[in-house]
């Protein structure tokens, strides 16, 4: 029995406009996780698929071409060149992210499910390999992903991302603090995303505009992250937050925890992922976590992961 984990991640700055070519800084989140767990099995070759969670259990043989985790093992099984009835093995998966909320909780299955394949098959493959197979993952769950879920999950650590540059991971030197809250309301990112995309043929113009102020953003907030300068990482977030309204992706109750936070004594607060519903974060000084978590609550958030990052 071979058993692999990934972390959820947030992007912390640059949601949206990192689709079309901006840079964006997403981070690992450590207190939720996807783990796989892969057994042999006694029984007619091929994979089996249970997502406890969904309740769920699908044999990858047969499961239709685009159904994510079957398409995972295939993917992974071909990067290893083993042939599907050349093996006999079950996938259990668990996971503590929530789905359909922008933890990356896709891309971080997929992760672990490739990773534990990949170890129970008595090899390996590396971090940029399983942020590969991730990323064709990702392509189902939600059509141009920018590749940056599957990126932060597979390396587990800050990155600033921009699309087709080698990746830069960030090395933190003081760490800083997020509440992460659950609006409760889930959001699907390829619908989001569709919605920015048709606003953006509609009036180019005015949207590439838009991603690139959000751009500067996450120019500043680099530095910001990797200095432990919360106020001002703070203040840089609402600032997208403005810009995320802009683009028509916020929703009346991304607003509502977002200034709740910030009412409480966090430095700023904005959307993270697809936005509509999903998480809000806020950057928050470690002495007013309890203050902002409860002022989240109060304010109609489900759950609240007060994380370090860095
Ligand atoms: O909702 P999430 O966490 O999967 O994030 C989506 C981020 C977008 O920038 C909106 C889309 C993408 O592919 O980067």
Known sequence: MTERCAPGKIIL?????????????AVPVQDVQACAVVQNVARSPGVTVCATELDCVYDVECALPDEPLCATVRYTLQRLGVRLRDVSLKVTIR????????????????????????????????????????????????????????????????VYFRRGDPIQRLSVRSPSW????????????????????????????????????????????????????????????TENQELLRALQVSSPEIERLAQAATDAGAFGAKLSGGGRGGNVIAVIDPSTRQRVRDALVAAGARRVIVTKVG
Do not use: C
């Not at 700055?13 to 800084?25: K, Q, S, T």
């Not at 769950?141 to 597979?154: K, L």
């Not at 991603?211 to 703070?234: N, W």
């Open 178 to 237: 997020l509440a992460i809250a659950d609006t409760g309301v889930p959001s699907l990112t390829k619908l989001s995303v569709g919605d920015v995309r048709a606003g953006w043929q509609r009036d180019p113009k005015s949207y590439e505009r838009l991603f690139d102020q959000i751009g500067v953003l996450v120019g500043r907030a680099r530095p910001a992250l990797e200095m432990g300068d919360m106020r001002t990482l703070g203040e840089l977030a």
């Open 13 to 25: 700055l640059g949601e949206h406009a990192v689709v079309y070519g901006r840079p964006a800084i």
């Open 95 to 158: 996971s503590t992210i929530p789905v359909a909320s922008g933890l990356g909780s896709g891309a971080a299955v997929a992760a672990a499910m490739a990773r534990a394949i990949a170890a129970h098959l008595g090899t390996s493959l590396t971090d940029a390999e399983v942020s590969e197979i991730a990323y064709e993952v990702e392509r189902i769950h939600h059509g141009t992903p920018s590749g940056i879920d599957n990126t932060v999950v597979s390396f587990g650590q800050p």
